[in-house]
Every structure is written in C-alpha cells, then in structure tokens.
C-alpha cells in the first residue's frame, strides 16, 4: 500500500530540486536545498517509496542524520501554491571509494533520473569517467530518505 498519494507523487515526480530538513544536536531544523530523484515504489528497493539524494560526507545534513535519521523533505510546485512534504527515516550509503562501487553506480542512477526529469528523458552526463572520478574525489554518498508519512496540497 503506497504511503504517498498519488496527486503528491506526481508533484515529487515533477521536479528535480527539494528542500531536506535534519535536526541539529540542539534540534533546530538544518534547512538544505538538494536535487534529488523520486523512486516510488522501488523495485530495486523491496517496493519501498524513497527519495535518493547526493551528498559530500562532512556536510552539516550528513552529521545531523548520523546522529538522528529522521528527516523531512519538501518540494514545491512552480506556483508556490502546491506543496508536497514526505516524511521518513534516511539510510546513508557508505562513502564512494571506487569509481565503479555499488555507491557510485548509485549516484550515477540519481544523476540520470533528476537530470532526465528536467529535459523529459534519461539524463546522460558528457564524461562519465570524469563524474565517477569525482564523486570519489568530492567524497560523495547517498542519503535515501525512506518514506513513512506524506503530506501536502497539490493544486492544478
């Protein structure tokens, strides 16, 4: 049974940036605007609803959801009157090492998927090589923010 409906997937679907909250050690919310992919119900993943995000290791978002995994994660629609929030705990992958490991070959799937939903197809970077380079490079990861709770208003 999916946790998102469908009028506020189809706004996750949409669009390619987002806003992600974690909570700092004092428990004021740490406000990040991230591009991200929207996989629901994810084959690769159990069926599970998740949003993937890439990120460095050593941001402020990474710290704050190693020490508390709850998140939250807006997006808006091109009005501003259409909001969608989901709402979840977040897994973190281990940090790229390898230009072809399995967190790689992830942030590769995340690059594909956002950048095609801005241009209406498979988004392909012009030297992959370069991208694999330097997502170990920038020390890159993972966060996907697996959804337990949706919310919003989604207008036409």
């Given at each position: 049974?999916?946790?998102v409906?469908?009028?506020?997937?189809g706004?996750?679907?949409?669009?390619?940036n987002?806003?992600?909250?974690?909570?700092r050690?004092?428990?004021?919310?740490?406000?990040?605007?991230?591009?991200?992919?929207?996989?629901?119900?994810?084959?690769?993943d159990?069926?599970?609803?998740i949003?993937?995000i890439?990120?460095?290791?050593?941001?402020?978002?990474?710290?704050?959801?190693?020490?508390?995994?709850?998140?939250?994660?807006?997006?808006?629609?091109?009005?501003?009157w259409?909001?969608?929030?989901?709402?979840?705990?977040?897994?973190?992958s281990p940090?790229?090492?390898?230009?072809?490991?399995?967190t790689?070959?992830?942030?590769?799937?995340?690059?594909?998927d956002?950048?095609?939903r801005?241009?209406?197809e498979?988004?392909?970077?012009?030297?992959?090589?370069?991208?694999?380079?330097a997502?170990?490079?920038?020390?890159?990861?993972?966060?996907?923010?697996?959804v337990?709770h949706?919310?919003g208003l989604?207008r036409?």
């Amino acid at each position: 049974m999916p946790v998102v409906p469908a009028d506020i997937a189809g706004l996750l679907a949409s669009r390619q940036n987002g806003t992600l909250a974690t909570l700092r050690r004092d428990g004021r919310p740490q406000l990040s605007v991230v591009t991200y992919a929207w996989y629901p119900h994810d084959p690769d993943d159990g069926g599970r609803e998740i949003v993937r995000i890439s990120t460095v290791d050593g941001r402020a978002k990474v710290a704050n959801l190693r020490r508390d995994p709850r998140a939250s994660f807006l997006v808006t629609g091109g009005s501003g009157w259409s909001y969608a929030v989901v709402e979840g705990t977040v897994e973190l992958s281990p940090v790229a090492t390898f230009h072809d490991d399995e967190t790689v070959e992830e942030l590769v799937r995340i690059y594909r998927d956002a950048a095609g939903r801005a241009h209406g197809e498979a988004g392909e970077h012009p030297d992959w090589a370069d991208y694999r380079r330097a997502m170990v490079d920038d020390h890159r990861l993972v966060a996907r923010l697996v959804v337990e709770h949706a919310y919003g208003l989604v207008r036409s």
